[in-house]
């Protein structure tokens, strides 16, 4: 069994790697870079690369970038089920009954995300109950590969926030994911990311 991973940076392959590392599934990794300053993708392009690796034994295409889920908005490419990595935890959100805030450390992708969240609110019936935070210059250091100043800085802001307000923590974006639940003595507020719920559902979806 294959899946194919379609990602914007190659930092986001770790992720995938660790989610299937005990199987026998392989995973192709196919990154199209896109700079910050354009920060734009053809649908063409992107799903002309995805089709170039279809074979027959490919199972599922995870798309882990948020700006490219909105570029592919098809459910499946050539007849493959494409699934969007950031499905699972927007799904847990729409769940959770309770106060939640949602960290984004990309600014660019916080309007293609809430789109999700806020459609997914409408088809459920719920009322909003969230407030969104956009944790201020640390995006760029992720970009040029500084990945541990770039946990630092999150888990500093994280640990700010937590016990002043109230609510869940969302890390929205799969970056994020490097910070774990242990980072933090968050009391009874609970910290889901991108990775935790994806892992969770892909386990199960892609069974051996």
Known sequence: MKIICLHAHESNRFYMEKIFQHTTISLVHLVYSMSIEKHSAKKADLEAMVSGEITSDVSGIIITCTVYSGVI??????????????????????????????????????????EKVEAAYKRNNRSKDYQVVVIPDVFS???????????QALIGYLNECIGKNHGNLYLMQLSMSVIETDDFDAGNQEIKTVFSEAKYRYQKIFKE
């Open 73 to 114: 908005s098809s459910n499946e490419i050539n007849g493959i089920p494409v699934l969007k990595m950031e499905d699972p935890l927007i799904e847990t959100i729409v769940a959770d009954t309770h106060e939640k805030i949602l960290f984004f450390s990309n600014p660019q992708t916080v309007a293609l995300t809430m």
């Open 141 to 151: 250091l992720i970009l040029s590969n500084q990945k541990m100043v770039y946990r």
